[in-house]
């Protein structure tokens, strides 16, 4: 069974910086390409991060770029997300979401539970 | 970059009706990048449809995609009591790469 279980999420002050971790298991890590999304208190789904197996390439949506990085452990099976220069719109639930190719296709298709960034003072 | 537009907001049935869910892009995409997804409250979102046709595992046949070009469709056959919840549309861009999502539609019981 596919599982993606986040962590790291909490309460931290503008300007501040938290690092969020998503373990996966029931499937070969290291073939998945992964992302984040986001979604705020009561709104829709946003797009975050993109990362390939490899690692090699990596995605970020405008609103985030240049503050997190995406990164991964293929030998941990592990998937990351580094949240610098917080701000109170990046308050959210974050979910670690698996990439899908299949039949031509491209989505996403297991999603974790997700955890809570709130950024306030 | 692509904008999705879901339509309606909100759609108040009862169950045994048949949902009809639009979601209508800026800009032509590609069938094989739309997909559909249903989220309940304090769960995280669950894959429908992809490939604007295609159901993903585990999904019941009364869940249908359909659309080309810019216009979709999320057709819900007879509502069961456990579909009631906010469904959302994405597609895939390549250039720049990335996911985009309509602001969602909440099915809610008349």
């Known amino acids: 069974e596919v599982q993606l279980v986040e962590s790291g999420g909490g309460l931290v002050q503008p300007g501040g910086s938290l690092r969020l971790s998503c373990a996966a298991s029931?499937?070969?890590?290291?073939?998945?390409?992964m992302n984040w999304v986001r979604q705020a208190p009561g709104k829709g789904l946003e797009w975050v991060s993109y990362?390939?197996?490899?690692?090699?390439?990596?995605y970020y949506a405008d609103s985030v770029k240049g503050r997190f990085t995406i990164s991964r452990d293929n030998a941990k099976n592990s998937l990351y997300l580094q949240m610098n220069s917080l701000r109170a719109e990046d308050t959210a639930v974050y979910y670690c979401?698996?990439?899908?190719?299949?039949?031509?296709?491209?989505?996403?298709?297991?999603w974790g539970q997700g955890t809570l960034v709130t950024v306030s003072s | 970059e692509i904008v999705l537009t879901q339509s309606p907001g909100t759609l108040s049935l009862s169950p045994g009706e048949r949902a009809t869910l639009s979601c209508r892009a800026s800009?032509?995409?590609?069938?094989?990048?739309l997909a559909w997804y249903q989220q309940k409250p304090g769960q995280a979102p669950r894959l429908l449809i992809y490939?604007?046709?295609s159901r993903a595992t585990g999904i019941p046949d009364r869940f249908s995609g359909s659309g080309s070009g810019t216009d979709f469709t999320l057709t819900i056959s007879r509502l069961e009591p456990e579909d009631f919840a906010v469904y959302y549309c994405q597609q895939y861009g390549s250039s720049p790469r990335m996911y985009t999502f309509g602001q969602g539609t909440k099915l809610e019981i008349k």
């Open positions: 800009q032509s995409v590609s069938s094989s990048y």
């Open positions: 990362i390939s197996s490899s690692g090699s390439t990596i």
């Open positions: 490939g604007a046709s």
């Open positions: 979401a698996r990439d899908f190719g299949g039949e031509g296709a491209r989505t996403t298709d297991y």
């Open positions: 029931g499937f070969t890590f290291s073939s998945y390409e």
